[in-house]
């Protein structure tokens, strides 16, 4: 039996059917990927032009930055990352005439701290390390007990560091940690190796380099020298620098204090802007301040600062002044007052402690200024010392009755005896046989209602009177010292061109300053003017001797108390009346005490000038000033081994006769 076929037969028109759907099928195939390839290929070519864009694009980019913006690009970026800061200079010193130090400056560091990078950091690490929190931990894991451990540490190392607040205490840190601002400065004037201690303890503590300004002698000359402080106040100077605020210090301030450097320095970009270590470049020096010498002598200045401030005390006055000058030469060699200032203790010190009455405070000098009526008389020939003149018990001058001191009949005085016995109407004669126009001619060469120029800041010119605007009493009160006003250190210069042979040298009290370089620079000397002749001033200096000396009866002058035993004293003294603040008129127990001496009369080395302000007159010291005088210039002769006088001082008449 035949097998059976295993396939269908399939007839060959329809084989070729099929044949040619496999034959289409395939071709379809083939065409569709042909197609599918090109499709490919196109989207690959776009990639790559998309591509080339971008790469031509940053290489563009590439070349703007490196080649047109690269400088402006340097510079932006070297601006976020440099900072300009200051290099302090290091202030001058003010020194006596034997080259003490009065004022000087240290090296000291000032602490400040980022609170809110504090914050920030130790906020953070309490959340990062939540088991580590303890606020019983010395060393602190977050904000609180970390400032804790920081004022608990720091306070007791910079107590007393800063000056210009006082003590330092651990609560008075706690409360600057805990400053709202983003910033604060803690501390200033503290020693660089405390510093350094507590940086190394807490390295978030920041440390600026500072100086600090020193006074060895706390109040001594503190009215001239005055006190330079920081002034982180004032955007206008240095933050850097320390600058004078009074005295000295200020008024000289751009000699003392010099230049400040500056560098540039790379800085970290996070908010405590630390500087980079070893970044300094392009850095211009500091420049130092100049070294300035006064004419003071400091251990007299202390002698006279000390006395004064007793005397005032003993005579109950308001205050006083005083100066000690070289006859020839016109060098200030003390000048005081009863209230001074403490530099290192600014917080206690009042505006009328810093300030300088002494050429700051004219007043009315009384009698003292009767020594132009005693020069403009001798000079014109008016007068001798033994010449006579009679003087009523009261002298009319306008529509004002003028008085001595003490009530007597008309007497007979010889010129000197006007002087030394202080006779107002007296002075008025022989004023008035002067004449306005030259007493106003001496009063200008004497230097009054014009400014000395010492150099010191603030000095007044006082007030004289000008000629067109006297009334009819005018002439009746400026030779008798009242109607005018001076300064202490005028008054002073009046007995200076008399101890100097006529010749007034205006009073200086810097010498000169040595520049950084070493060089030594010697103050302008003033120009000297010529008051009077040699023999009229030798004449009148001689005639004053007077004043101290002890005579029977009448023959008393009026300050017999500042005479010194071996030496031959002229001088003056003065009272004039105050205005009453509150009358507006002329008090009848206010009184400016004047005394203006002369040691040693014959030959003539210092010139004394002392004020008292409304002492208590009632008292025995309070109606004088000549004992201050004899207690001054005691010290003075053992100081500078003055030599005694040639002999004893004359005793002359005074008054002749009396009804």
Same mark, same amino acid.
């Given at each position: 039996?035949?097998?059976?076929?295993?396939?269908?037969?399939?007839?060959?028109?329809?084989?070729?059917?099929?044949?040619?759907?496999?034959?289409?099928?395939?071709?379809?195939?083939?065409?569709?990927?042909?197609?599918?390839?090109?499709?490919?290929?196109?989207?690959?070519?776009?990639?790559?032009?998309?591509?080339?864009?971008?790469?031509?694009?940053?290489?563009?980019?590439?070349?703007?930055?490196?080649?047109?913006?690269?400088?402006?690009?340097?510079?932006?970026?070297?601006?976020?990352?440099?900072?300009?800061?200051?290099?302090?200079?290091?202030?001058?010193?003010?020194?006596?005439?034997?080259?003490?130090?009065?004022?000087?400056?240290?090296?000291?560091?000032?602490?400040?701290?980022?609170?809110?990078?504090?914050?920030?950091?130790?906020?953070?690490?309490?959340?990062?390390?939540?088991?580590?929190?303890?606020?019983?931990?010395?060393?602190?894991?977050?904000?609180?007990?970390?400032?804790?451990?920081?004022?608990?540490?720091?306070?007791?190392?910079?107590?007393?560091?800063?000056?210009?607040?006082?003590?330092?205490?651990?609560?008075?840190?706690?409360?600057?940690?805990?400053?709202?601002?983003?910033?604060?400065?803690?501390?200033?004037?503290?020693?660089?190796?405390?510093?350094?201690?507590?940086?190394?303890?807490?390295?978030?503590?920041?440390?600026?380099?500072?100086? *600090?300004?020193?006074? #060895?002698?706390?109040?001594?000359?503190? @009215?001239? +020298?005055?006190? &330079? !402080?920081?002034?982180? %106040?004032?955007?206008?100077?240095?933050?850097?620098?320390?600058?004078?605020?009074?005295?000295?210090?200020?008024?000289?301030?751009?000699?003392?204090?010099?230049?400040?450097?500056?560098?540039?320095?790379?800085?970290?970009?996070?908010?405590?802007?630390?500087?980079?270590?070893?970044?300094?470049?392009?850095?211009?020096?500091?420049?130092?301040?100049?070294?300035?010498?006064?004419?003071?002598?400091?251990?007299?200045?202390?002698?006279?600062?000390?006395?004064?401030?007793?005397?005032?005390?003993?005579?109950?006055?308001?205050?006083?002044?005083?100066?000690?000058?070289?006859?020839?030469?016109?060098?200030?060699?003390?000048?005081?007052?009863?209230?001074?200032?403490?530099?290192?203790?600014?917080?206690?010190?009042?505006?009328?402690?810093?300030?300088?009455? *002494?050429?700051?405070? #004219?007043?009315?000098?009384?009698?003292? @200024?009767? +020594?132009?009526? &005693? !020069?403009?008389?001798? %000079?014109?020939?008016?007068?001798?010392?033994?010449?006579?003149?009679?003087?009523?018990?009261?002298?009319?001058?306008?529509?004002?009755?003028?008085?001595?001191?003490?009530?007597?009949?008309?007497?007979?005085?010889?010129?000197?005896?006007?002087?030394?016995?202080?006779?107002?109407?007296?002075?008025?004669?022989?004023?008035?046989?002067?004449?306005?126009?030259?007493?106003?001619?001496?009063?200008?060469?004497?230097?009054?209602?014009?400014?000395?120029?010492?150099?010191?800041?603030?000095?007044?010119?006082?007030?004289?009177?000008?000629?067109?605007?006297?009334?009819?009493?005018?002439?009746?009160?400026?030779?008798?010292?009242?109607?005018?006003?001076?300064?202490?250190?005028?008054?002073?210069?009046?007995?200076?061109?008399?101890?100097?042979?006529?010749?007034?040298?205006?009073?200086?009290?810097?010498?000169?300053?040595?520049?950084?370089?070493?060089?030594?620079?010697?103050?302008?000397?003033?120009?000297?003017?010529?008051?009077?002749?040699?023999?009229?001033?030798?004449?009148?200096?001689?005639?004053?001797?007077?004043?101290?000396?002890?005579?029977?009866?009448?023959?008393?002058?009026?300050?017999?108390?500042?005479?010194?035993?071996?030496?031959?004293?002229?001088?003056?003294?003065?009272?004039?009346?105050?205005?009453?603040?509150?009358?507006?008129?002329?008090?009848?127990?206010?009184?400016?005490?004047?005394?203006?001496?002369?040691?040693?009369?014959?030959?003539?080395?210092?010139?004394?000038?002392?004020?008292?302000?409304?002492?208590?007159?009632?008292?025995?010291?309070?109606?004088?000033?000549?004992?201050?005088?004899?207690?001054?210039?005691?010290?003075?002769?053992?100081?500078?081994?003055?030599?005694?006088?040639?002999?004893?001082?004359?005793?002359?008449?005074?008054?002749?006769?009396?009804?």
């Amino acid at each position: 039996m035949p097998a059976r076929p295993t396939g269908r037969a399939v007839p060959p028109a329809r084989r070729d059917r099929s044949t040619a759907r496999r034959t289409y099928a395939a071709g379809t195939r083939k065409a569709t990927a042909k197609r599918g390839n090109g499709g490919t290929r196109s989207r690959f070519s776009v990639v790559r032009v998309g591509l080339v864009a971008i790469m031509v694009v940053a290489g563009l980019k590439l070349v703007q930055v490196q080649g047109f913006d690269a400088a402006t690009l340097s510079a932006a970026a070297e601006q976020q990352r440099a900072t300009l800061i200051e290099i302090p200079a290091q202030r001058g010193s003010i020194l006596d005439r034997n080259g003490n130090k009065l004022a000087f400056s240290v090296d000291t560091r000032t602490l400040s701290i980022n609170l809110r990078l504090e914050h920030k950091t130790w906020d953070n690490y309490a959340v990062q390390n939540p088991k580590l929190v303890n606020k019983n931990r010395a060393d602190g894991v977050d904000f609180e007990t970390r400032v804790a451990a920081m004022a608990k540490y720091i306070a007791p190392k910079i107590a007393n560091a800063d000056k210009l607040q006082g003590r330092v205490t651990e609560q008075e840190l706690l409360d600057d940690f805990h400053k709202t601002q983003s910033f604060t400065y803690l501390v200033d004037f503290v020693d660089p190796s405390v510093a350094a201690d507590i940086v190394a303890k807490f390295p978030e503590i920041a440390v600026e380099k500072r100086s *600090a300004r020193d006074y #060895p002698g706390g109040s001594l000359a503190s @009215n001239i +020298v005055g006190v &330079a !402080t920081w002034r982180m %106040d004032d955007p206008a100077v240095s933050k850097h620098n320390l600058h004078g605020r009074v005295g000295l210090e200020l008024s000289r301030d751009n000699d003392l204090a010099g230049t400040p450097g500056q560098q540039w320095v790379n800085t970290a970009q996070d908010n405590n802007n630390l500087v980079i270590p070893n970044t300094q470049r392009d850095v211009q020096p500091a420049t130092a301040g100049s070294d300035l010498k006064l004419t003071i002598d400091s251990d007299l200045q202390y002698d006279l600062q000390s006395k004064l401030t007793a005397y005032v005390a003993l005579s109950h006055a308001k205050g006083g002044s005083a100066v000690i000058m070289d006859s020839k030469t016109g060098e200030v060699y003390a000048l005081a007052n009863d209230q001074t200032f403490d530099p290192d203790d600014l917080a206690h010190a009042t505006p009328e402690m810093m300030s300088n009455p *002494a050429v700051t405070s #004219p007043y009315e000098p009384g009698s003292v @200024n009767k +020594v132009i009526t &005693a !020069t403009g008389s001798i %000079d014109s020939g008016i007068a001798t010392p033994q010449s006579t003149i009679s003087v009523p018990g009261q002298l009319q001058v306008g529509d004002k009755t003028v008085h001595d001191a003490w009530t007597h009949p008309t007497q007979t005085f010889t010129t000197t005896g006007v002087f030394a016995k202080s006779s107002n109407i007296g002075t008025l004669e022989l004023a008035q046989k002067l004449g306005p126009d030259r007493f106003m001619d001496l009063v200008g060469k004497f230097g009054l209602g014009q400014r000395t120029g010492v150099g010191l800041p603030g000095e007044s010119a006082g007030s004289v009177p000008a000629r067109q605007q006297w009334s009819g009493t005018t002439f009746g009160n400026l030779p008798i010292g009242q109607g005018l006003s001076m300064t202490v250190l005028q008054m002073a210069g009046m007995y200076q061109a008399i101890a100097n042979d006529g010749l007034r040298v205006p009073p200086r009290i810097i010498s000169g300053e040595t520049r950084p370089d070493g060089t030594w620079v010697p103050e302008p000397a003033p120009a000297p003017v010529r008051v009077v002749s040699p023999q009229t001033a030798k004449t009148v200096r001689d005639m004053m001797r007077a004043v101290t000396q002890h005579g029977k009866g009448l023959n008393n002058g009026t300050a017999t108390t500042a005479a010194l035993e071996g030496y031959q004293i002229s001088g003056k003294t003065g009272t004039a009346q105050q205005v009453d603040p509150r009358t507006k008129a002329y008090s009848d127990h206010l009184y400016n005490i004047t005394f203006a001496g002369i040691l040693p009369a014959d030959h003539p080395r210092f010139v004394v000038g002392i004020r008292l302000d409304a002492p208590d007159t009632t008292l025995q010291v309070g109606d004088s000033a000549a004992p201050l005088f004899h207690d001054i210039a005691s010290y003075l002769t053992q100081r500078y081994q003055i030599p005694l006088s040639d002999g004893p001082t004359p005793v002359v008449p005074l008054v002749v006769s009396t009804p």
